[in-house]
């Protein structure tokens, strides 16, 4: 599942806006009751920026999004979590649109 970057946190920013909180609480909600052999959080930005700092912008936000799956009960036997920068852009970084949709975080559950 792919979660907008720009519902989950501010400009800039690593730590969950509300309505970041309701889509996870949403993930966690479909999952209640299901054990996942792995889990994986991915995390990614537009290409505004240094290499180096998208990078760890996007781990930043894929750490939080793990952290709270993890908080909150989400039944994982392994979760791995990485952050991927400007990198598997999904649109254009030409325009604000297509930015606004390379900012993302995105979540693979694989049940057992």
């Given at each position: 599942?792919?979660?907008?970057?720009?519902?989950?946190?501010?400009?800039?920013?690593?730590?969950?806006?509300?309505?970041?909180?309701?889509?996870?609480?949403?993930?966690?909600?479909?999952?209640?009751?299901?054990?996942?052999?792995?889990?994986?959080?991915?995390?990614?930005?537009?290409?505004?920026?240094?290499?180096?700092?998208?990078?760890a912008?996007?781990?930043?936000?894929?750490?939080?999004?793990?952290?709270?799956?993890?908080?909150?009960g989400?039944?994982?036997?392994?979760?791995?979590?990485?952050?991927?920068?400007?990198?598997?852009?999904?649109?254009?970084?030409?325009?604000?649109?297509?930015?606004?949709?390379?900012?993302?975080?995105?979540?693979?559950?694989?049940?057992?």
């Open positions: 599942m792919l979660l907008r970057g720009d519902a989950l946190f501010d400009f800039d920013k690593a730590n969950l806006k509300p309505a970041g909180v309701r889509a996870l609480d949403e993930v966690i909600d479909n999952a209640r009751g299901k054990r996942f052999r792995l889990v994986e959080v991915a995390g990614y930005t537009d290409s505004i920026g240094s290499d180096s700092y998208n990078n912008l996007s781990l930043r936000r894929a750490k939080s999004v793990a952290d709270y799956l993890r908080a909150h989400l039944d994982a036997e392994r979760m791995a979590v990485d952050g991927f920068g400007k990198s598997n852009p999904v649109a254009s970084n030409a325009t604000d649109a297509g930015r606004a949709q390379n900012r993302r975080v995105e979540i693979v559950l694989e049940q057992e």
